[in-house]
């Protein structure tokens, strides 16, 4: 997901793709201009501008692969925001950042993994206006389900806070209203304020039969949730 809650991606922005899948592990793909962002279990990647919407053999322009040095491990979130590539690594349990042209089998910036960080099985990932990053976490104790860390955190720290959105998540947001949107891979977001922390209650809940297996939140520039269903139509 990439960052247009103000609107100053141009429509041509590029397009990334997280490539997760086993063949494509340790791979962050970029391509050219695109509308919009795409992520793809695996490696994450940006295409050129006369890429059309059914076109997949577009080259990528720059990839990050490599399993030596970017510390990628089944990268299954991904959010631009601020010149930065935030991705939570499913399979290594930890959340990296890089720099926005980062190219090749190159380290990221920033690594957050390891035991004080809380950090376990981790979906999807966003960032806010201060540079924030926001983890939810899939296997990790109720205590520890969401997770923000400062914007110069790296390696094993401790979070700067943490919170229980009351079920186990899948996807995150920061909207406009600087509001935690939180799903739940079923019919329910939650939106709770940045100073949330422990068990708080929701400032609004969302449920929807037309949510199934709710997975990634999206935020536009007119301040729209967005929300990707797992099945259903």
């Known amino acids: 997901q990439k960052d247009n809650t103000d609107g100053s991606w141009p429509p041509w922005s590029s397009l990334w793709i997280a490539k997760g899948e086993t063949s494509m592990n340790h791979t962050i793909r970029v391509t050219g201009a695109l509308a919009g962002t795409a992520l793809i279990a695996g490696a994450l990647a940006a295409t050129g501008p006369s890429a059309s ?3 997949v053999s577009v ?14 491990n089944r990268p299954l979130g991904m959010y631009v925001r601020g ?4 991705i939570s690594n499913f399979a290594g349990g930890s959340v990296s950042v ?14 957050l993994a390891g035991a004080a ?15 924030f ?3 939810a976490n899939s296997t990790a104790t109720a205590a520890n389900r969401v997770l923000a860390f400062g914007p110069s955190a790296d390696g094993n720290v401790a979070p700067d806070s943490k919170f229980d959105p009351g079920f186990v998540p899948f996807g995150i947001a920061i909207d406009k209203n600087s509001k935690v949107n939180v799903s739940d891979n079923a019919n ?18 969302i449920t929807s039969t037309r949510l199934s297996n709710a997975r990634g939140l999206a ?7 967005w929300g990707a269903n797992g099945s259903g139509d």
Not at 101 to 108: E, I, K, T
Request: proline fraction near 10%.
């Open 98 to 111: 890089f720099a926005a042209n980062a190219n090749g089998d190159v380290p990221p910036m920033r690594h």
């Open 59 to 72: 080259a990528p322009v720059r990839t990050i692969k490599g399993p030596t040095n970017t510390e990628l």
């Open 188 to 205: 329910t977001v939650k939106v709770f304020p940045l100073s949330a922390t422990g068990t708080p209650a929701a400032e609004r809940t």
């Open 117 to 131: 960080t809380g950090i376990s099985s981790p979906r999807h990932v966003a960032a806010d206006s201060a540079g």
């Open 219 to 225: 935020i536009d520039p007119a301040n729209r949730l």
């Open 133 to 135: 990053t926001w983890v």
């Open 53 to 55: 919407a059914d076109d």
């Open 83 to 86: 010149g930065n590539i935030h």
